[in-house]
Nanobody
């Protein structure tokens, strides 16, 4: 059973930056696309970003385009989310997930959490105004 462990969350002022990490156990990390979602209290889980298994393709939610960058290091079994120009509305629990379904040719599927088979426990990001 794979384990995904997020880290790097915290409290930051608006306009600041954070880098989230998601470390995966196991030897099949490079076979999966990896995504980041977030969930604020009382709201549905929202797609943030995805990166394909090789790292060759990425996609972002509209609300974070131009501010967030997803990357991965397959040698370290880790996916990252660099978050810049943070806003109070970015406050949420951030989750990473993995999926075998999403590839470059169907990356639009990445926006739905139903295609992800495993999730981490989440890390809290709080942006103060």
């Amino acid at each position: 059973q794979v384990q995904l462990v997020e880290s790097g969350g915290g409290l930051v002022q608006a306009g600041g930056s954070l880098r989230l990490s998601c470390a995966a156990s196991g030897r099949t990390f490079s076979s999966y696309a990896m995504g980041w979602f977030r969930q604020a209290p009382g709201k549905e889980r929202e797609f943030v970003a995805v990166i394909t298994s090789s790292g060759g393709s990425t996609a972002y939610g509209e609300s974070v385009k131009g501010r967030f960058t997803i990357s991965r290091d397959n040698a370290k079994n880790t996916v990252y989310l660099q978050m810049n120009s943070l806003k109070p509305e970015d406050t949420a629990v951030y989750y990473c997930g993995r999926t075998r379904v999403v590839t470059t040719s169907n990356i639009h599927l990445a926006t739905s959490p139903i295609y992800y088979g495993s999730w981490g426990q989440g890390t809290q990001v709080t942006v103060s105004s």
